[in-house]
């Protein structure tokens, strides 16, 4: 919902669509089930390639729980056997990851574009892939690590061409075709893409 939205309206949609959720949740759970939660041991990112195994090393005594990178894992240590706890550090050292790959992949497209950038943020959205604000910060979801490395692209030129057209016109989409001609294809994937993302990420 915008921003301004206010809650008495938002109230009057879920009350008059009230049905139409119903039988959508029904529909999703029929087509997905439910996913039980558990740690990850592997963590696959197909944006860049990536395969890491993790490994939980628990101290009691620590307050919290670390991460380190190391020879294709990833470390846990701490406290371990707190969950939320565990998905909080994966999800900074995803941050981390995300912040040394998306960059020069952004640099690179913003040069193909001719479209530039103040600078670039990595965020844990829940249910936006990226933005452009008006002074110029695109913001990326990290969850894109999850997706094909097509779709991230997509997604980089998509924000980037907003700086050229702040609204999804015609002349937007024709933009966008300049440097992704199966723009269409991959804008449905993306809307989809949410189930890409493992269940565990949603748990902080």
Known sequence: MPRRTRAADVQQFVAENREWIRRAREELLGAHGVEPFSLPEQILLPAIGGRWHVR??????????????????????GRTGEPQACV??????????????????LAALAELTGVGFRR??????????????????????????????????????HELCHGRHM???????????????DYRQLDRELGESWRDVPVWMGLV
Not at 88 to 105: G, I, M, S
Not at 135 to 156: A, D, Q
Not at 171 to 178: D, L, S, Y
């Open 88 to 105: 909080a550090a994966l999800k900074r050292w995803l941050a981390a990851v995300a912040e040394t790959e998306f960059a020069p992949q």
């Open 167 to 181: 609204n999804h016109s015609r002349r937007f989409w024709n933009f966008v075709g300049r440097f992704e001609p």
């Open 56 to 77: 939980y090393e628990a101290d009691d005594g620590s307050r919290r729980v670390r991460f380190r990178q190391h020879d294709g894992q990833v470390v846990l240590s």
């Open 120 to 157: 670039m943020q990595v965020r844990a959205q829940r249910t936006c892939w990226g933005s452009r604000s008006a002074s110029g910060t695109i913001s990326l979801n990290l969850c894109l690590l999850f997706l094909r490395p097509e779709v991230m692209r997509y997604l980089m030129i």
